[in-house]
Structures are given as structure tokens and as C-alpha cells.
T-cell receptor
Framework: GAVVSQHPSRVICKSGTSVKIECRSL??????MFWYRQFPKKSLMLMAT?????????EQGVEKDKFLINHASLTLSTLTVTSAHPEDSSFYIC??????????FGQGTRLTVV | AQSVTQLDSQVPVFEEAPVELRCNYS??????LFWYVQYPNQGLQLLLK??????LVKGINGFEAEFNKSQTSFHLRKPSVHISDTAEYFC?????????????FGKGTSLLVTP
């Protein structure tokens, strides 16, 4: 299957700082990318959907000013957690797809805010 | 909207025994169904998917699932499990009109395989 690379795999940051997570589709052009958040022992919660070149669509309850999503090219989407706090600590996963195909998932990023 | 219910949060099973992980979905429109596996601190890997056609779907690692429209189910099965199958398994549903786009996940089932 297609490869989606997510970076970094782990990050620790201080409370109040911002963290950027990258999601790249390595061997295909992703027209749509998704960002999920996964709490321990819980399912994946869709945070937002982004289409290349347009603003992301956020799910209800997700703060768009806190979780900034950029999908500037067909192979790259970024999620920036701004002014991170300990409650933002979580496992973040991206997925990417193109028209008519399934979504392929990145390896995930473990964010710890101290 | 589409939703998925995974009836078992944990399934313990002995090595080489058969296993079934249950998944029921709810939708008023045609759907696509997926099973994913997640190993600790990793992303999701697609095991198998049902888009159309034969209701019995075979996937990787010896897993298979059967789409049952009348019972709105998509249970995952493996005839003989290995220790390495220990992982979290997620059932997911997507609207058929949007292909594999927006996935709604179940809460997951932890499969624990012991010797």
C-alpha cells in the first residue's frame, strides 16, 4: 500500500510552547488528509479534514485556533498545537487519501506536554 | 451519520485458537467497512475492507471478515491466532459515496493472545 510518513514520532515540549507535526504522503498525491487524536485505551477521534489548498474542516468541539492545520501541497499537511498544555498530551495520527482510494495512516506522534 | 459498535473491549484467547472480533454498524446509506490493527505506539494498518461484491473478505495475516447486511455486522475472524496477533483492532465505517474518506471508528477491541 501507499506510504504515509509522520514526523516526529515522539515529542516532549514545555507548557505554553507550540509543536508542529508533519504528515507526508511519500508515493502518492493526497487530495485529502485527516488528523485524528487518540486517548489512551480509546478510539480515534477525528479532529479535522483538510483538502489541499483550502481551509481545514474541523469537527465539532475541536478548537481551530489551538490546532492549526495546513495542507499546502498534495504531499504535506501539518498540525500545529499552539500554546500546548498538559491536557493536549495525546497520540496524534494522520491519514491521507486520494480520490477513490482508501485512507493510509501515518505512524502517529506521541505528544507529551510537561 | 454512520457509527460502529465493537461489542467486546477485550478478547483473551490462547495461541492457535480461533477468534472472532465483533463489529456492528449503523447507517441509513450504503457503507464501506474496514478493519484496522494497531500495535503499541504505532499507526493503523489496514487488515481488510469491504467495498462491494463478495461478502466474505480476506485480508492480511490470515484474517477474514463477513459483511452481513441484514444483521448490519462485519465480524473479523481468524482460525488460528499467533502471539504476534496481540494488538488493538478497530472496525471502521465510511459512507459509500465518499470511498474511504471520513472514517468513523469503533472503540477498539484489545486482542490478547497467550501461550
Amino acid at each position: 500500500g501507499a506510504v504515509v510518513s509522520q514526523h516526529p514520532s515522539r515529542v516532549i515540549c514545555k507548557s505554553g510552547t507550540s509543536v508542529k507535526i508533519e504528515c507526508r504522503s511519500l508515493d502518492f498525491q493526497a487530495t485529502t488528509m485527516f488528523w485524528y487524536r487518540q486517548f489512551p485505551k480509546k478510539s480515534l477521534m477525528l479532529m479535522a479534514t483538510s483538502n489541499e489548498g483550502s481551509k481545514a474542516t474541523y469537527e465539532q468541539g475541536v478548537e481551530k485556533d489551538k490546532f492549526l492545520i495546513n495542507h499546502a501541497s498534495l504531499t504535506l499537511s501539518t498540525l500545529t498545537v499552539t500554546s500546548a498544555h498538559p491536557e493536549d498530551s495525546s497520540f496524534y495520527i494522520c491519514s491521507a487519501s486520494q480520490v477513490g482510494t482508501e485512507a493510509f495512516f501515518g505512524q502517529g506522534t506521541r505528544l507529551t506536554v510537561v | 451519520a454512520q457509527s460502529v459498535t465493537q461489542l467486546d473491549s477485550q478478547v483473551p484467547v490462547f495461541e492457535e485458537a480461533p477468534v472472532e472480533l465483533r463489529c456492528n454498524y449503523s447507517s441509513s446509506v450504503s457503507v464501506y467497512l474496514f478493519w484496522y490493527v494497531q500495535y503499541p505506539n504505532q499507526g493503523l494498518q489496514l487488515l481488510l475492507k469491504y467495498l462491494s461484491g463478495s461478502t466474505l473478505v480476506k485480508g492480511i495475516n490470515g484474517f477474514e471478515a463477513e459483511f452481513n447486511k441484514s444483521q448490519t455486522s462485519f465480524h473479523l475472524r481468524k482460525p488460528s491466532v499467533h502471539i504476534s496477533d496481540t494488538a488493538e483492532y478497530f472496525c471502521a465505517v465510511s459512507r459509500a459515496s465518499k470511498s474511504g474518506y471520513e472514517l468513523n471508528f469503533g472503540k477498539g477491541t484489545s486482542l490478547l493472545v497467550t501461550p
